[in-house]
């Protein structure tokens, strides 16, 4: 089992920056990788980033503006999200994949997952 709790969401300007974080607890040995998704109202949920074996992996979208980064624990994920636009406004998820050695990048096929933390961003 693995436990993930988001935090760090909140409201801003469009051109602001948030840091989430995740802390995350169980497993940690078997966890393959980790990665935040996000899911806006009536929209399905996408990949954002992800991590797995120190190489980082992100959406088209959010290149150049978002950063997926770990303590040396593996207990804390963070994602530094800069130049925030108003389409990043969704709920956004940590995600941890445990099982069959392989890593599902940006696909939301992982094994556990946190309850989320809200991203607002106004105009």
């Known amino acids: 089992q693995v436990q993930l709790v988001e935090s760090g969401g909140g409201s801003v300007q469009a051109g602001g920056s948030l840091r989430l974080s995740c802390a995350a607890s169980g497993e940690a040995r078997s966890r393959v990788c980790m990665g935040w998704f996000r899911q806006a109202p009536g929209k399905e949920r996408e990949g954002v980033a992800a991590?797995?074996?120190?190489?980082?992996y992100y959406a088209d979208s959010v290149k150049g503006r978002f950063t997926i980064s770990s303590d040396n624990a593996g207990n804390t994920l963070y994602l530094q999200m800069n130049s925030l636009k108003p389409e990043d406004t969704a709920m956004y998820y940590c995600?941890?994949?445990?099982?069959?050695?392989?890593?599902?990048?940006?696909?939301?096929?992982?094994?556990?997952w946190g309850w989320g933390t809200q991203v607002t961003v106004s105009s």
């Open positions: 995600a941890a994949h445990v099982r069959g050695g392989y890593c599902p990048l940006l696909r939301p096929t992982y094994d556990y």
């Open positions: 991590t797995s074996s120190d190489s980082t």
